[in-house]
């Protein structure tokens, strides 16, 4: 049970695999006030960043749950580098299922619903680790424009226009579940630009280094085509953000 190995080539030395920069994530942080003592699940948790870093400026304490070898003993690592190790916890696992033995104060799913199927699925998958007036944080993709046709819809990585919901579509989704919305912080269009370029310098570095692996044809391809799709579809019609949900 793991990623494909292009997963890990592509985000390379990145802590934080999606549109965040490390001020985004800090500003989550704060804006949904947490304090000393708080217990945290994050499913699907990659590398960890999101509860090491708020363990180091926030004393809370929590597991991250990670389908990714990889990205969990990254994790580990990197909760014994900011001194963290003995508050928070990384299972190499599946996240789809999976709950907390003990109710948490905050549980999330930052950029990966689909272990939920979707994200009324995911807020099911949460709220059953959530103890009662407890946060849930869903990280999700949005329509910034609609989308003139089914080729900017793939280029955006969805396989039909409906897998994605404009953002005021989206916040009725949670407001139509019975959550209020409380707090939210947006990727811009930099913070994308960041995430997204860095995987290209990700590749280079890689295929300089490894010209006859099995995979050098593939993800030349995937660096040749990238950047094109990129600017002309994902940065003006994709958006993401993070939101912050209680139970109305």
């Given at each position: 049970m793991d990623l494909p190995r292009s997963f890990t080539i592509r985000e390379g030395d990145l802590r934080i695999l999606n549109p965040f920069t490390s001020e985004k994530l800090a500003t989550?942080?704060?804006?949904?006030r947490l304090r000393p003592g708080m217990s945290l699940l994050d499913l699907a948790s990659g590398?960890?960043?999101?509860l090491c870093t708020w363990a180091r400026d926030h004393g809370i304490s929590g597991t991250g749950v990670d389908i990714s070898t990889v990205s969990t003993e990254a994790a580990r690592v990197r909760a014994l580098s900011l001194g963290v190790a003995d508050r928070v916890d990384f299972v190499h696992g599946d996240a789809?299922?999976?709950?907390?033995?003990?109710?948490v104060d905050v549980a999330a799913c930052i950029g990966a619903t689909w272990i939920g199927d979707g994200v009324a699925g995911t807020l099911q998958l949460l709220e059953r680790s959530l103890r009662p007036g407890g946060m849930l944080l869903v990280g999700e993709p949005y329509?910034?424009?609609?989308?003139?046709d089914e080729e900017t819809v793939r280029a955006c990585y969805a396989r039909t226009k409906d897998e994605f919901r404009s953002?005021?579509?989206?916040?009725?989704?949670f407001r139509d579940s019975g959550w209020d919305?409380?707090?939210m912080v947006l990727a811009s269009q930099d913070s994308w630009d960041r995430y997204a370029a860095a995987h290209?310098?990700?590749?280079?570095t890689w295929l300089d280094g490894n010209p006859d692996d099995e995979l050098a044809g593939e993800l030349r391809q995937e660096l040749t085509d990238d950047p094109l799709r990129y600017v002309r579809y994902v940065r003006e019609h994709l958006g993401w953000g993070v939101f912050a949900l209680m139970r109305r």
């Open positions: 989550l942080g704060q804006a949904v590398r960890g960043e999101l789809a299922g999976y709950v907390a033995a003990t109710p329509w910034r424009i609609d989308p003139p953002l005021p579509s989206l916040v009725g989704l919305l409380v707090e290209w310098l990700n590749l280079r």
